[in-house]
């Protein structure tokens, strides 16, 4: 039970078929990581299919506007939209290794789903994904989407029919096909390895950062910023600077109407420590342990917990996280537009929402850079209806 974590946070809790499987893929990492050929692989794909290096912005308008340097960490630009696929192409590519024929994965809102399905043409393997059958109804589109680029996406009924439902269907389907199954799993949640392994897989974005802002400036930002769903994008961005105490690392969580109307999905806001999906972690729950429903605009911050990691960083203080609203969120999702011409994902528009909140803390010689984690065109329709401009 030591394995793996991060403070008290992290571990490793599975049923016995699992543990063999989580045992397989530790070691197959292992050796991967060990081979200069697989971190070869992995770069090569990440420049040449994903589009990598991505864009450090340097944002003239608002840096004006907020009173402190402000750059942008362009994930939105990467192939398929966001920073998953950095993360997708890192496990296929350990799945082809290891000899599996078929990957499978949960997704939520679609967005891990397609990144995964879109991989696994790439390497040709079979794809199975599983979703939750209400998310099935409300992203009909990414259903097709996934349908299109050659992957079956399985309905889950249980439970609320959402994220977690979709999460555990995908666990128990590992368990039972662990020989030829892969399970690509979607941000830096689950049991050890799957922290470890996705945040390895992320950390470009914060290696990209700390080498551009040496490069061209000769030190290291002031403050980095970025949503948090399971964390993945936002560890990505931090875990290179862990070390550097100068530099402050912020998370925004998904507040939705708000943490004190119980509507949210802000697990270190207002979650406790608890163990699902494998992992020791704050979560949402009920004074019985009962994970909570959540609630966020934003579909791909709707998870009722968070990374191990997070939730170590919190704990020590060496993280800072704060909720930010649906209202907040929406309000920067429009200033962005206007102000730099690019329409954020509704989740990194959470991010952006953060650093106008605390703007004041900044000074004009600081400089903050905020992961854009993804592009906006799937959440324009969405924001329209909200606004009453599209009817
Ligand atoms: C999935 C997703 C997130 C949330 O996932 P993390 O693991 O917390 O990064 C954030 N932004 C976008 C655009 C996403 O697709």
New binding site residues.
Partial sequence: MSKGRFGEYGGQYAAETLMFALTELENAYREAQADPTFDLEFKTLLREYAGRPSLLYRAERMSADLGTQVFLKR??LNHT????INNVLGQVLLARRMGKKRVIAET??G??GVATATAAALFGLSCDVFMGEEDTRRQALNVYRMELLGAKVHPVTTGTATLKDATSEALREWSRRVSDTYYVV????GPHPYPEI?RDF?RVIGDEIRAEMLDKYNRLPTALF???????????TFYPFIEDASVRMIGAEAGGEGVETGRHAASLTGGTIGVFHGMKSIFLQDDEGQIAPVYSI????D?PGI?PEHAHLHKTGRGEYYAVTDEEAIDAFEYLSRMEGIIP????AHAVALLRKMHAEFKPEDMVVVTL???GDKDVEAIGRYRGQIV
């Fill in positions: 994930e939105d939209g966001a920073h998953k939520g809102a967005q891990h979607g941000s830096v949640v996705v992320q970025a949503c948090v769903g399971g964390g993945s994008n936002a560890i990505g934003s579909a791909g911050l998870y990374g994902a509704i989740e990194s984690s993804g592009r």
